[in-house]
């Protein structure tokens, strides 16, 4: 303590496969195809109102918040709309995607960038009967410590994580697939 040794997978396992990556893409509902269209349409006008009267420089906040929320749809419109009771494609087709991974005897590693889509996807995998533990900014350091190695003993099925709580400093070995639900703004 306080340095931390780190080696690069490739320079202490020579003979680990390669990683594979695959990006599933998945279209809407056209409920969440509208909802999304009314987003962009309120959006734009939006920023277009902010930029005029501001400039861009003195909105950006606001205007990656606008974005921001064209994300959380694509996910699940329930993330913003409360009282939405439609579909979601993006959480529909990843219990479909993980439901098939379990049953082929993997552990995966799920992340996302926002507390809701976490909850929703943690009440979806519950109604599955599919084992998960859950890491968010509102988990102590001891707790977490706690679930990891919890994970890497037993045989729950999924890890859901925050992408900014859990993102760096967990070792999770025992996972051998990891999703992104969503992306950061930055790969």
């Not at 190695?149 to 993102?167: E, P």
């Not at 070995?173 to 950061?184: P, R």
Request: hydrophobic share 40%; with cysteine; aromatic share 6%.
């Amino acid at each position: 303590r306080p340095f931390i040794l780190r080696r690069k997978k490739a320079d202490v396992v020579k003979d680990l496969p390669a990683k594979i990556e695959n990006n599933i893409y998945i279209d809407l509902t056209e409920e969440q195809k509208k909802i999304y269209a009314a987003e962009v349409k309120s959006a734009n006008d939006e920023m277009t109102r902010l930029i005029q009267e501001g400039g861009f420089t003195k909105n950006k906040m606001i205007i990656l918040s606008l974005l921001t929320r064209l994300r959380q749809i694509c996910i699940s419109p329930e993330i913003l709309l409360k009282d939405y009771q439609g579909e979601s494609s993006k959480i529909e087709n990843l219990i479909k995607i993980i439901k098939e991974l379990v049953l082929n005897g993997h552990k995966i590693l799920l992340f996302t960038s926002f507390k809701t889509a976490l909850n929703l996807v943690k009440e979806a995998l519950d109604e599955e009967n599919i084992s998960s533990y859950t890491i968010a900014g509102d988990v102590s350091a001891s707790k977490r410590k706690m679930l990891v190695d919890a994970f890497n003993k037993d045989q729950t099925n999924v890890f859901l994580i925050m992408l900014k709580s859990g993102g760096t400093g967990l070792n999770l070995t025992s996972a051998d697939v990891v999703i992104h639900l969503d992306l950061w703004w930055n790969p």
